[in-house]
């Protein structure tokens, strides 16, 4: 399973865009990227998923470069609402799990 | 709401005592997996079930256990509870596997051993 590294905290202000990069150079041919977001004492929730260039969706977008060894969550105009733990997973196409890393925490600031 | 519900919400037990924490996969959802999250390990995968079936198990302690059953709901069992069990429980579904598209967590049970 691709081992995927992103950074472990970021804050952002209000109305900012707020990019958080994952570096996964292990990334197999039949791997995806995707990514969750996290509030306290909730479950995970699937924000967007992505195997190469990029996808857009009503919440956020996803930039995969054509090495697929990094992509990069990009979170338009955040909110105070936005503060949470964002996780980034590579799921390999055959396979059954999920391996959550540590996440990157966002606090968003006032 | 998700539509994957978990039951009991929160549950307080001693050690050593055993207890079953119960998931209902969203309407169609053939997939259930079990997530244990401790303030000290991130999230981690226990087990998976499709259709009944088990088919990846994760760090699943020995002491633990799950079945789905025919109506496809789970159960996740946990016997001779030690403090270290303390953790918020997810179980999250998905209409097949793999799960591509993502997968939909309930809101957990949280599970605090005295």
């Known amino acids: 399973l691709a081992k995927t590294t992103q950074p472990i905290s970021m804050d952002s202000y209000e109305g900012q865009e707020v990019n958080i990069t994952c570096s996964h150079n292990n990334i197999a041919t039949n791997d995806y990227i995707t990514w969750y977001q996290q509030f306290p004492s909730q479950g995970p929730r699937f924000i967007i998923q992505g195997y190469k260039t990029k996808v857009t969706n009503e919440v956020a977008s996803l930039f995969i470069p054509a090495d697929r060894k990094s992509s990069t969550l990009s979170l338009p105009r955040v909110s105070l609402s936005d503060t949470a733990v964002y996780y980034c997973l590579v799921l390999t196409s055959g396979t059954y799990k999920y391996i959550f890393g540590t996440g990157t925490r966002l606090k968003v600031l006032a | 709401d998700s539509g994957v519900t978990q039951t009991p919400k929160h549950l307080i037990t001693a050690t050593g005592q055993r207890v079953t924490l119960r998931c209902s996969p969203r309407s169609g959802d053939l997939s259930v997996y079990w997530y244990q999250q401790s303030l000290d390990q991130g999230l981690q995968f226990l087990i998976q079930?499709?259709?009944?079936?088990?088919?990846a198990k994760g760090n699943i302690l020995e002491r633990f256990s799950a079945q789905q059953f025919p109506d496809l709901h789970s159960e996740l069992n946990l016997s001779s509870l030690e403090l270290g069990d303390s953790a918020l429980y997810f179980c999250?579904?998905?209409?097949?596997?793999?799960?591509?598209?993502?997968?939909?967590f309930g809101s957990g049970t949280r599970l605090t051993v005295v």
């Open positions: 999250a579904s998905s209409p097949r596997p793999p799960s591509l598209g993502g997968y939909t």
């Open positions: 079930y499709y259709n009944g079936e088990e088919r």
